[in-house]
Nanobody
């Protein structure tokens, strides 16, 4: 049974930084495929950053966060991270980590992920 728990959200001023963490328990696959998604109040879900260790490894970022956010893994600890720098008010949202079987590779689509955390709130003012 896979469980994902996010932490690290909070309130920060524009230009500041936060590091989100996702602790994965029960994720016993050989490798990782996961992503970070966000949903602002009254808006649809948006994919933010994605990573897989399959096929030699790959990362993908949404245009809106390219060069500001960095996704990373600590596979030994089953901890996954999203470093967010130069935060903007439009980054305000609930952030969720999601994962799937790494044999399927990387996906930017939420419906491809079958494991989800409950989210952590990020507010940028």
């Amino acid at each position: 049974h896979v469980q994902l728990v996010e932490s690290g959200g909070g309130s920060v001023q524009a230009g500041g930084s936060l590091r989100l963490s996702c602790r994965a328990s029960g994720y016993t696959y050989n490798g990782v495929s996961m992503g970070w998604f966000r949903q602002a109040a009254g808006k649809g879900r948006e994919g933010v950053a994605f990573i897989t260790t399959s096929g030699g490894g790959k990362t993908v970022y949404a245009d809106s966060v390219e060069d500001r956010f960095t996704i990373s893994l600590d596979s030994a600890e089953n901890m996954w991270y999203l470093q967010m720098d130069s935060l903007k008010p439009e980054d305000t949202a609930m952030y969720h980590c999601a994962a799937r079987n790494p044999k399927f590779g990387l996906s930017t689509k939420g419906y491809d992920y079958n494991y989800w955390g409950h989210g952590t709130q990020v507010t940028v003012s």
